[in-house]
């Protein structure tokens, strides 16, 4: 099993930032992609940003030149630094891993349990 573990949620003003934290743990063998997804009330989850293993990135519309996702291979570690935030971008943050780990070779998908991001003035 891979356990994924979200910091860096809060309360912040419009324009302001945020940087989430998402760490893998568990008998990973190895992590080929780690991503954000949203969710806010009422609406379905959505794909926020992604990174491969080569480095690939890809984010959606909404969100493109005002937040960075990246990566630390070594510590199985993603960021997403979030800069000019709206209130539209108030969510659940959740982080998502493609893993193969020892029990699972295959790689599988694994939630973290979400961060709160609310702004608001």
């Known amino acids: 099993q891979v356990q994924l573990v979200e910091s860096g949620g809060g309360l912040v003003q419009p324009g302001g930032s945020l940087r989430l934290s998402c760490v893998a743990s568990g008998s990973i063998v190895r992590i080929d992609g780690m991503g954000w997804y949203r969710q806010a009330p009422g609406k379905q989850r959505e794909l926020v940003a992604r990174i491969e293993g080569d480095g690939t990135t890809n984010y959606v519309n909404s969100v493109k030149g005002r937040f960075t996702i990246s990566r630390v291979n070594a510590k199985n570690t993603v960021y997403l630094q979030m800069n000019s935030l709206q209130p539209e971008d108030t969510a659940v943050y959740y982080c998502?891993?493609?893993?193969?780990?020892?029990?699972?070779?295959?790689?599988?998908?694994?939630w973290g349990q979400g961060t709160q991001v609310a702004v608001s003035s």
């Open positions: 998502n891993a493609r893993a193969a780990t020892l029990v699972r070779p295959r790689s599988t998908e694994y």
